[in-house]
């Protein structure tokens, strides 16, 4: 049984069709198109028609109102009402302005694309004339987005989406900046210096211009040196170092020589740098052979023949 039929007995309230109404993608419902006097016998909620889309109107008359209450509150359907003779059903709206879409924006950049990166600054490089939009919930989507990812100069393609259409597509010129803490020399760096005796800073910077900077130090057993000059200022980047060979190249070593149970020790001359467990060429001072052999330690190389 409907409630309306229900209570149809004790229903005396006057009712009145309202002059107009605004509503939302969901439909229209019978509170948004009638009024009651009676606060003690509110109206159902009760879906009677489709919206209209954005920019558009649906005009109802009484006659189109009591046939669309026909099926789902035929006692009402049949009330002679007051009121208006006919209402103007529109949408919500409201104002999408920039500073609004730029927060969008930058939520899902940062969310689906920067992500631990670093913190995402958008701006537009050309003013967003505000849009009308429904005043409802509603999700942005990019559509377009560079292959390269999230670069310094981007036009941003999006549409945003409610819950039943799509209130459409826009695009906007952006400039992006990507920051984060970065090691930077505090002063000039020279090549062969080791880094735990650098002076080394964090500054905020732009990864975007600076892609390659590092946020942090490998941990490594051994020690790290330059293996370039770094002025003052200038981000650290994966090739400005390198572990600090064990072994280098010029060296005379202690090489022990393993032929199965035979060991025999010997003077080699190391042939260039390396790092422990890492195979180096070298050579016999005295018969002028080269072989290879294993580092392991400052002194001395394991030879397997």
């Known amino acids: 049984m409907c409630w309306l039929c229900a209570c149809a007995p004790a229903f005396a309230a006057t009712l009145s069709l309202l002059p107009g109404a605004a509503v939302t993608g969901d439909g229209v419902f019978l509170e948004q198109l009638l009024a009651t006097d009676d606060a003690k016998a509110p109206l159902p909620h009760l879906r009677v028609a489709d919206a209209p889309a954005v920019g558009q109107s649906l005009v109802l008359t009484r006659d189109q109102v009591t046939a669309l209450l026909q099926k789902s509150a035929p ?4 009330t002679n009402w007051t009121g208006s003779p006919q209402i103007r059903v529109a949408r919500r709206t409201r104002q999408l302005g920039e500073s609004e879409l730029k927060e969008l924006l930058t939520d899902v950049l940062q969310r689906e694309h920067v992500r631990q990166r670093g913190e995402l600054e958008l701006a537009f490089t050309r ?7 429904p005043d ?5 989507k990019l559509l377009d987005l560079p292959t390269s990812g999230v670069g310094a100069n981007m036009i941003l393609r999006f549409e945003l989406r409610g819950a039943r259409e799509t209130f459409g597509t826009w695009s906007a010129v952006t400039q992006a900046r990507v920051w984060r803490d970065v090691l930077v020399a505090g002063g000039p760096l020279k090549r062969g210096q080791l880094l735990a005796d650098a002076d080394l800073l964090r500054e905020r910077r732009d990864l975007l211009l600076s892609r390659e900077a590092l946020d942090a130090l490998p941990r490594v057993v051994t ?7 770094v002025p003052a200022g200038v981000p650290l980047t994966a090739r400005s170092f390198r572990v600090r060979p064990l072994v280098f190249r010029g060296q005379t070593l202690e090489a022990l020589v393993r032929d199965g149970a035979l060991q025999i020790s010997t003077k080699v001359e190391v042939l260039e740098d390396g790092l422990p467990g890492q195979f180096v060429r070298v050579r016999n001072p005295q018969s002028r052979r080269e072989f290879r052999g294993k580092v392991q330690n ?8």
């Open 75 to 78: 006692e009402l359907a049949t």
């Open 127 to 133: 003013p967003w004339a505000a849009v009308t939009i």
């Open 136 to 140: 409802e919930t509603f999700s942005l």
């Open 223 to 229: 020690a790290l040196e330059l293996v370039e000059n």
């Open 298 to 305: 400052e002194t001395i190389i394991l030879v397997q023949l």
